[in-house]
DNA sequence: CAGATAAATTCACATATATGTACATCTTCC
DNA sequence: GGAAGATGTACATATATGTGAATTTATCTG
């Protein structure tokens, strides 16, 4: 069950952080076609909690820095090394595309750090998006890291769904792209989730943290090329990962 | 009416933000007192919006990166010019006491950066923070910028309570104080509204926000100095505003 | 400076939602 | 290796909560 109050929080941010200017109870209230009786409400409990103030008279309302505070003292814990967010830089600027570092979460996958491609046709990937983890080259690429244990209790979770042509619809199917991939010395996905959409990916762990990296853009021009974009990518961790680490 | 769902997002965020480590569903239960089977709707509604994720299996839940990104976005708009945080920053250690800028929200005075005294007994106060924009030093820095029907305005909102023997519990009460404040030079408080804590603030309008800085600290440190410190506050700002601003 | 219009706020009630209970799954310790 | 305990998940139901309508307050317009 969805929490909705919980999502209208999230709602309200990612529109200030889209927008980027106060918005009065009424803009906000129409633009996502609310009561305005309930984003009434809703506002009062975030200014009453110190995460919303009103710049300007009249002007309407905007987060306070309290939000900055909380989420840098949350992420100054064990944040990524400096050099991962230099491999998806330079893997996004030598192919052209979107790179991502990829985590776990239950039976998906989230974009821990995203840099995206500069090509008008791109795969569009925020930090925070989620992508189901057998489905997925970045997901794949983190199933590799678990003892077959780990992946049995995942697939037993796992709803198998036709997401396109390619998709694993099967424990099996997904074992064995597994198996085609270490084999391949590298993760592969040809629209398997989303539609048009290719990447190449392999497993990044980090200390003991199960992470991946992937590269991903439109079939037709990653298509082609796969197995070299794989190569840069391991060849792109080799040149970056202090060598003393895992 | 307070939402509460709205307002345990934000709980769990500051719960995060302080243990800086993975929770487990069943600890985050315990730690509020919620049921787990709310709790479960709660994280399993933050984890699908890409909010929350886990790091490693078993270990439990961690904010995504994505509330820094978005703090980011929010807060890179109108940044505060990097003098004011030198400002307090100064004022913090030449006082040694804690210093803020404050900013209106509605009958209540937000502080939007701190810097705290590294004093054992200290003013505690974070970003986010919220105090009666009437009872306070700071908070009256805010109303010396409004014009007299703002200030109404503001007056008829405010439910006057004798926080303590000092409080100002009527419009002429604050009115009289303001132009107290005037002729003096700057705006103070005694334990106008929390016990045993002075300060002494002044506005600091910047472009067309209006916002104040304060420095506040115990009564007995601050109480037989208020002047110095006033002026004080007043030279560092006078040396650290760039001529050409308002 | 009215009178009109729009925005913000309040409140009582129907309903969407949080939770108690039951079940499944995983972990631990003997 | 197996049983007890802890943790995570599903669902029906009573109740806390969101909302429509009414009221108050602010803002525009001629």
């Excluded at 080259?137 to 198998?160: C, M, N, P, T």
Aim: aromatic share 8%; proline share 7%; charged share 20%.
């Amino acid at each position: 069950m969805i929490v909705r109050q919980a999502a209208n929080v999230l709602e309200i941010m990612e529109f200030f952080a889209q927008s980027r200017k106060p918005a009065t109870l009424a803009e906000i209230a129409d633009h996502f076609g609310w009561p305005r009786s309930s984003t009434f409400n809703l506002l009062a409990t975030l200014s009453e909690k110190g995460y919303l103030y009103e710049p300007r008279p009249r002007a309407g309302f905007y987060p306070t820095p309290r939000w900055l505070a909380m989420a840098r003292m949350i992420s100054e814990v064990e944040p990524l090394p400096p050099w991962t967010h230099q491999l998806i830089s330079d893997l996004s600027a030598e192919t052209g595309e979107t790179a991502s570092i990829v985590a776990p979460a239950g039976v998906m996958a989230v974009f821990i750090d995203v840099v995206e491609s500069a090509a008008a046709i791109r795969y569009f990937a925020t930090i925070g998006h989620r992508v189901p983890i057998h489905a997925t080259a970045s997901g794949r690429a983190l199933l590799l890291q678990y003892s077959q244990e780990e992946r049995d209790s995942v697939y037993r979770k796992i709803e198998f769904k036709q997401y396109g042509p390619s998709t694993p619809i099967s424990i099996e199917a997904v074992e064995t792209e597994l198996r085609n991939s270490i084999a391949r010395g590298y993760c592969q996905s040809f629209g398997d989730y989303s539609r048009d959409l290719a990447g190449a990916a392999i497993p990044l762990p980090i200390g003991d943290r199960r992470l991946s990296v992937v590269v991903a853009g439109p079939e037709f021009r990653i298509g082609p090329k796969v197995g070299e974009v794989a190569a840069l990518i391991a060849r792109t961790v080799d040149r970056l990962r202090p060598k003393a680490s895992a």
